[in-house]
């Protein structure tokens, strides 16, 4: 009864996920990520997994703490030393909960998800996402969390969709940026006389 609990956790973890992967903003992505985080360590606690539960447990208040310096815009200063600090409560959390080899290996993709999260916006946490997916694969599968298995795989491709929306997005904003688009601003400098490389054109013609 107690392992098939541990499963419904890990569905409802899937949900929040696959809604954090696909947003465009990185609070959201946090926020959601928060909460995915919560019923991970659920799906763990069940498990008797003590090491990735207190690995979980400082992902979760390193993002809550991410998520308010991203509301109030503070320096990227704080994001690093946020993210340092948790890197240390890491390995402490190992050492004093090591039982055995295996958890090198959420230790491991939780270290990679903390990289991710010392970049500003959203598209290298969503690269990260696919590399700590797959070891989370690997160890769910020497656990024998079957179930939890299945919905990584669930959680591999939506990351997948997520980073591809992601790139389309980057790539559509550096498409806008390329063309000669006559925007209010320019059309106020042409009456105002100010020179612009667009308006400059535009003037001539006249």
């Known amino acids: ?41 659920l799906h763990y606690l069940f498990l008797d997994k003590y090491s990735t539960l207190f690995l979980l447990s400082n992902e979760t208040a390193l993002l809550i703490v991410l998520a308010i310096l991203e509301k109030y815009k503070c320096s990227h200063k704080y994001t690093l030393l946020a993210c340092f600090i948790v890197f240390c ?17 959420p230790l491991s993709a939780s270290m ?52 591809v929306t992601t790139l389309k997005d980057i790539q559509t904003k550096k498409h806008i940026a390329q063309k000669d688009i006559i925007t209010p601003t320019i059309l106020k400098r042409a009456k105002i006389g100010v020179s612009h490389p667009k308006t400059e054109f535009t003037l001539s013609a006249n």
């Open 89 to 105: 409560l890491h390995i402490v959390a190992i050492v004093v909960t090591w039982t055995e080899a295996l958890s090198l290996l």
């Open 112 to 163: 990679v998800f903390l990289f991710s999260l010392c970049f500003k916006g959203v598209l290298m946490t969503k690269i990260c996402t696919l590399i700590t997916n797959t070891i989370y694969i690997t160890y769910l599968s020497l656990i024998g969390s079957y179930v939890a298995i299945a919905c990584q795989c669930v959680l591999l491709i939506g990351a997948v969709i997520g980073l």
């Open 1 to 41: 009864m107690i392992f098939w609990l541990s499963q419904i956790f890990f569905v409802f973890a899937l949900i929040n996920y696959l809604t954090a992967v696909s947003q465009k903003k990185k609070i959201f992505v946090m926020i959601f990520f928060t909460i995915t985080n919560v019923f991970f360590g």
